[in-house]
């Protein structure tokens, strides 16, 4: 059973930058897709960026597109979300994600595996 913890959110200012990590708990954590999906108050979550096994593939949103980085460290079992020109919009828990590989990394329901979810709020 794959476990996934989330760290690094807080409060940041509009223009600022975060940097979320997801520490993995198995060995095994090479083979997954990793992901990253966001859920606003109100709404539905939605997805935000993936990194497939090797590293060599990404996904990202529109919405985040150029701002955000998505990456990881196969040796330390942890993924990475360098949020950068952060807006209002952004404002949202984030949780990270893991699949076994599929060909659509940006579905979210193929995601077996969830972290709690961390807060990012980010004021004007």
């Known amino acids: 059973q794959l476990q996934l913890v989330e760290s690094g959110g807080g409060l940041v200012q509009a223009g600022g930058s975060l940097r979320l990590s997801c520490a993995a708990s198995?060995?095994?954590?090479?083979?997954?897709?990793m992901a990253w999906f966001r859920q606003a108050p109100g709404k539905e979550r939605d997805f935000v960026a993936a990194?497939?096994?090797?590293?060599?593939?990404?996904y990202y949103a529109d919405s985040v597109k150029g701002r955000f980085t998505i990456s990881r460290d196969n040796a330390e079992n942890t993924m990475y979300l360098q949020m950068n020109s952060l807006n209002h919009e952004d404002t949202a828990v984030y949780f990270c994600?893991?699949?076994?590989?599929?060909?659509?990394?940006?579905?979210?329901?193929?995601?077996?595996?969830w972290g709690q979810g961390t807060q990012v709020t980010v004021v004007l």
């Open positions: 198995e060995r095994t954590f090479s083979p997954y897709t």
């Open positions: 994600a893991a699949e076994w590989p599929t060909a659509q990394p940006t579905v979210e329901s193929d995601y077996d595996y």
């Open positions: 990194i497939n096994y090797s590293g060599d593939y990404t």
